[in-house]
């Protein structure tokens, strides 16, 4: 089973940027569908952006599409999520996910989970 461990949360101001780094290990990375899930207080997991096993084929939200980038370096078994232009709304504790071979948009699909990372955007 794959392990997921994301970093590279933070305290921001709005307009700010952040990448997000989420590295992988006890899988072969290479197979596995890699996303980016979030969650605010009070509300549902939701979808942010997801990658296929070669990064060719990305995914986004509506809320995030334009100001989000998600890669993958399969090297280095690492997944990011580029940030920029970030609004208050943004805030969430933003989570990676991976499940093997394709992927989806809903989180009761990925198996493997990291712990989460805290991003708060102040106005």
């Known amino acids: 089973q794959m392990q997921l461990v994301e970093s590279g949360g933070g305290l921001v101001q709005a307009g700010d940027s952040l990448r997000l780094s989420c590295a992988a290990s006890g899988g072969t990375f290479s197979r596995y569908a890699l996303a980016w899930f979030r969650q605010a207080p009070g509300k549902e997991r939701e979808f942010v952006a997801t990658i296929g096993l070669n990064g060719g084929s990305t995914y986004y939200a509506n809320s995030v599409k334009g100001r989000f980038t998600i890669s993958r370096d399969n090297d280095k078994n690492t997944v990011y999520l580029q940030m920029n232009s970030l609004k208050p709304e943004d805030t969430a504790v933003y989570y990676c996910?991976?499940?093997?071979?394709?992927?989806?948009?809903?989180?009761?699909?990925?198996?493997?989970w990291g712990q989460g990372t805290q991003v708060t955007v102040s106005s």
């Open positions: 996910a991976g499940r093997y071979s394709s992927s989806s948009f809903f989180p009761n699909q990925y198996p493997a």
